[in-house]
């Protein structure tokens, strides 16, 4: 998304959730470490999925 001609500007939202994510993660990337976030995880995904098909010019 940062790479994206648009500039990371354009997708505001889905870089501050994959941020939050990286923050809550700690930068622990553990089996442990992830099945204690995995509501998190997938709640991150669902709604990263949600705003992509909400811009469906930006989902390729």
Do not use: V
Not at 34 to 43: A, R
Request: proline content about 7%; cysteine-free; aromatic content about 6%.
């Amino acid at each position: 998304m940062k790479g994206d001609a648009k500039g990371p500007g354009h997708f505001p939202e889905p870089i501050a959730l994959i941020g939050k994510l990286n923050g809550a993660l700690d930068g622990d990337r553990s089996f442990e470490n992830l099945k204690k976030h995995q509501s998190l995880l997938i709640g991150t995904r669902d709604r990263i999925n949600t705003w992509m098909q909400g811009h469906p010019d930006d989902y390729r």
